[in-house]
């Protein structure tokens, strides 16, 4: 079933101030790139959305996130949340979300630049309300997509990096960490989530006792 709009596209212009919700809408109501002509759903971001320990921000939905109407379903979604129960983070303590929202015809390719842009502010939006105290940027995309530059996910994963404030980790998607070469990408993406919990015992402490890192 597609998801029906509650306004066009033109008549909603958010400000830094609007809500999530209206912020959805205009999600759903968007028609600005190719995508919304083959989309079932829009599949927006979901999960703890005052200010929530971290949020994960992924590439695009897959079909098994398509049907299920959340970002991260299927083996990669399940994964991740194996490797969150694994470092000790609550679901609930989190927000998930992806650059783009409506899933890419080709799942080979990842969105395309305008595909990016048209979501961006959207990506954006989603970001600057729920205020989410860490940011994983998983996947190349997503990397780029927040951080604005373009170099190889292995030269910006295992640093922190900024987005408007926020503590920003790269590392691998959870979709890429299957057979013998993902199990190396799994491995480097847990030290990366451990590297995130780490920030935030690290945010909890009184400024005398923190750590640079």
């Not at 970002?71 to 000790?88: C, I, S, V």
């Not at 199990?183 to 402490?205: G, I, P, T, Y």
Request: proline fraction near 7%.
């Amino acid at each position: 079933m597609k998801q029906e709009a509650l306004f066009t596209a033109d008549a909603i212009q958010p400000s830094g101030e609007a809500p999530l919700s209206v912020w959805r809408e205009r999600a759903y109501a968007c028609r600005n790139c190719k995508l919304h002509e083959s989309r079932k759903r829009v599949v927006f971001g979901t999960g703890n959305s005052n200010r929530p320990d971290i949020c994960f921000v992924g590439e695009a939905p897959r079909a098994a996130e398509e049907v299920e109407n959340v970002p991260f379903g299927g083996n990669g979604g399940d994964l991740l949340k194996r490797m969150m129960e694994k470092m000790g983070l609550k679901p609930e303590r989190a927000y998930f979300c992806n650059v783009v929202c409506c899933r890419p015809v080709d799942l080979g390719q990842a969105p395309s630049a305008d595909e990016i842009d048209a979501c961006q502010p959207i990506l954006h939006g989603q970001l600057r309300i729920v205020q989410p105290r860490v940011i994983i940027a998983l996947g190349l995309t997503a990397t780029e997509t927040l951080l604005r530059k373009r170099k190889h996910l292995f030269e910006m994963r295992g640093k922190w990096w900024d987005w408007q404030g926020t503590p920003v980790r790269p590392t691998f998607h959870p979709n890429g960490m299957f057979g013998k070469e993902g199990e190396k990408h799994r491995a480097s993406c847990f030290v990366d989530l451990q590297a995130a919990m780490n920030k935030l015992r690290e945010m909890d402490r009184p400024p005398d006792h923190r750590t640079k890192g």
